[in-house]
């Protein structure tokens, strides 16, 4: 400092002094080009073998598939159209109207619609939605509104005369709409809801209401501004002649207009209310809505699975009204499988940005020397290359899942369509779940600089948090998942099939029946720990015995508990015998993606990866294994040892395999050392 310069001076700092300080900050945020690991933190012995070489073309083009180009097209167009792009610092209300613009935009300008794939190519429609939901998780969710929920119901619900009718005012968003299932009082539990929709035989029309406040619908997506109409899931009641005067029919789907197409006026009868700011997602207009004697015709019932008359009488090809309700459900099922995979969408993202970050920026090192890279500390590594592995891991799972839904709405394969329910259930909650903690993770790796809004962590863990709930409680969905567990469990002793995916339970379950051998047990070489079939063994292992054991206990609690208490009281058994079950069916899908993948380079690397989440798992339920004997102690400490190596690979090819992801710049933001202009333009107009 100047000993000259005044304490004035020193409050207006000269330009010289702005340009010195953000020159310190760049030494730690441009990038550097040397991303190998720090010699004098190459403290594993086992570290000496050669780094991979991996080209993450061919694995880009192996990972993305053959909707790259659709995908390519949207990030083109969000990059030429600045506008749309989601400013930092922006309100609720202009957040709205932006989502809805943007929305407008990639349908009317760049010319990308979406509707016909929901049914005709759902992998397609995914691979859209996962794009949309890059740009601005808002966009995606409203996007995913108008056309899995609004326009899904109108098309999986509704028959030819619906689809001949909305289609192309959905398609081309002169139709926005809702999807108004959930209420104040009931959300996971569907068949509690109590609106209404009576039959008056007399006008032919159904009468809308709202029997009292906790029926009215809540957290209605596009019901606070943009909807026109609104597909309304009520109670049917049908007039009789007999003592009670009334039929209740169960749950079905009514189209509601609730604002004039032309005004934007709310329509008589229709008070809607706004749910105001959220923790995220706010450029999701959410709205409550009431309905008062609302008249529609009766043309309005989506009349799929139900149908009624001129005369007002009842007609269905399902017997009764648990089946009618299953197979209502049943078709919504997309919602679930979309989530699941724009989960894994946000979780690319987040570890995009944590590993960049930790790729470039450097902190202490020995004495004298350079500072380095943190990435090259073992913690870093053992917080983030499990979490990249995942990554992988749950990207070919949810493929997995977007492929079966796609072939179950192709076929309508009964076996086929319970399959695709539970594996949706069950990776729509662990997805979610582990997304939702990896982005706190992933802000921390980042350090202070992980805080600034520029960098997504903020915007993106709040908008995602609400993954965990909406389209099924993420512990209501384990447990669906436990429940279809039992069920085959008990199809298998009395000599049913097992659906395709739980296959494996019939050989798995004789192995666990039979004691651990002892001799495998002790097996620790490399070779053996990194061959699928020990990973993949271990992991159904460990599921049929938590089926084994929490069938047991409910057999023995349903005696003096009955069913519902010993289900409560077996609840926790129950969640991790799901948990484990699911890991298993990503594990499989992994290895089948690395087995399948035609380039040798991209496959080596898959395999890296794959075998460091297959026993970063193990590892993390070594316990387990103990206690049973399935894993001796010489070899939980190898595995201990190869997972730690594992990492420590992965890290050296981690910046090939984000790259793989292909995310564009505005997407992810980030690191700050690849923003290093727009960080440096921040600090100069915060005066610092």
């Known amino acids: 400092m100047n000993p000259n310069q005044t304490v004035e001076d020193e409050s207006q700092p000269s330009n010289s002094t702005v340009a010195r300080r953000i020159q310190r900050l760049s030494l730690h945020l441009t990038p550097l080009p040397p991303l190998q690991p720090s010699p004098q933190l190459n403290m594993l012995t086992c570290a000496k073998a050669s780094k991979l070489e991996v080209d993450h073309g061919p694995l880009s083009s192996y990972m993305r598939g053959k909707h790259r180009e659709i995908q390519e097209k949207i990030f083109e167009f969000f990059n030429s159209r600045p506008d749309l792009q989601t400013p930092i610092e922006i309100s609720m209300d202009e957040h709205r109207e932006l989502c809805m ?144 005067g009334v039929s209740d029919m169960g749950v079905h789907a ?64 399902l017997p009764t009204i648990n089946k009618r309700f299953a197979a209502t459900l049943g078709e919504l099922v997309g919602g679930r499988v979309g989530l699941a995979y724009a989960s894994v969408g946000v979780l690319k993202i987040s570890v995009t940005i944590a590993v960049r970050y930790s790729l470039l920026r450097q902190q202490f090192g020995p004495p004298k020397q350079p500072e380095v890279y943190i990435l090259d500390y073992q913690s870093h590594q053992h917080k983030l290359m499990p979490m990249l592995a995942s990554t992988y891991a749950f990207h070919f799972a949810t493929q997995y899942l977007v492929e079966k839904y796609s072939e179950m709405k ?26 939702a903690k990896s ?32 389209e099924g409680d993420n512990t209501v969905l384990l447990q669906q998942v436990a429940g279809d567990l039992l069920k085959q469990y008990k199809d298998k002793f009395q000599g049913g099939p097992l659906s395709v995916t739980w296959n494996y339970l019939r050989e798995s379950m004789n192995t666990y029946l039979s004691q651990p051998n002892p001799v495998t047990a002790r097996w620790e070489s490399t070779d053996h720990l990194r061959d699928p079939k020990f990973q993949l063994d271990a992991f159904r292992y460990r599921t049929s015995r938590l089926l084994q054991s929490v069938a047991a206990r409910l ?130 107009r915060v005066g610092f």
């Open 101 to 244: 613009r943007q929305l407008m935009g990639l349908v009317r300008e760049a010319k990308i619609k979406p509707f016909r794939y929901v049914v005709e190519d759902p992998a397609k429609y995914f691979a859209i939605t996962e794009a949309v939901g890059s740009v601005d998780m808002s966009l995606g969710i409203k996007f995913g509104v108008q056309y899995s929920l609004w326009g899904g119901s109108v098309l999986n619900l509704g028959t030819k005369k619906h689809r001949d009718k909305y289609f192309e005012g959905i398609d081309n968003l002169d139709y926005p709409g809702c999807f108004a299932m959930t209420e104040l009082h009931h959300g996971s539990n569907v068949q509690g809801l109590q609106t209404t929709a009576t039959f008056d035989p007399i006008t032919d029309e159904f009468i809308i209401d709202t029997p009292n406040d906790g029926a009215i619908k809540w957290w209605i997506g596009n019901a606070a501004v943009h909807g026109k109409f609104a597909t309304v899931f009520a109670r049917l009641i049908l007039p009789t002649h007999d003592s009670k």
């Open 254 to 317: 009514f189209i509601v207009p609730i604002r004039d197409l032309k005004t934007n006026q709310t329509l008589p009868g229709i008070e809607i209310h706004d749910c105001g700011h959220k923790v995220g997602l706010n450029g999701v207009d959410n709205g409550a809505l009431r309905f008062s004697s609302v008249r529609i015709p009766r043309d309005n019932l989506l009349n799929r699975f139900g149908d009624v008359s001129r005369d007002g009488k009842y007609t269905s090809s």
């Open 410 to 435: 192709k076929t309508h394969d009964e076996q086929l369509v319970g399959d695709v329910h539970a594996l949706s259930a069950g990776l729509k909650s662990y997805v979610t779940s582990y997304t």
């Open 439 to 470: 982005l706190s993770a992933c802000r921390e790796a980042c350090g202070g600089h992980g805080y600034a809004a520029v960098n997504r962590f903020g915007s993106l863990r709040n908008d995602h948090d609400i993954f965990q709930t909406f």
């Open 555 to 684: 057999r023995k609690h349903s005696k003096t508990l009955g069913s519902f208490g010993a289900w409560n009281r077996c609840l926790n058994h129950l969640l991790t015998l799901a948990e484990s079950h699911i890991e298993s069916v990503i594990l499989a899908k992994f290895i089948d993606a690395v087995q399948n993948c035609p380039d040798a380079r991209s496959r080596a690397a898959l395999k890296l990866v794959c075998d460091l989440y297959a026993l970063d798992r193990i590892w993390k339920d070594i316990g387990t294994y103990r206690n049973v004997d399935y894993v001796a102690p010489n070899k939980a400490k190898a595995i201990h040892k190869l997972t730690e190596y594992l990492s420590f690979q992965v890290r050296n090819i981690a910046g090939e395999l984000i790259d793989a992801f292909d995310l564009p710049p505005y997407v992810t933001r980030a690191p700050i050392a690849m923003q290093s202009e727009a960080y440096a333009q921040y600090t100069q």
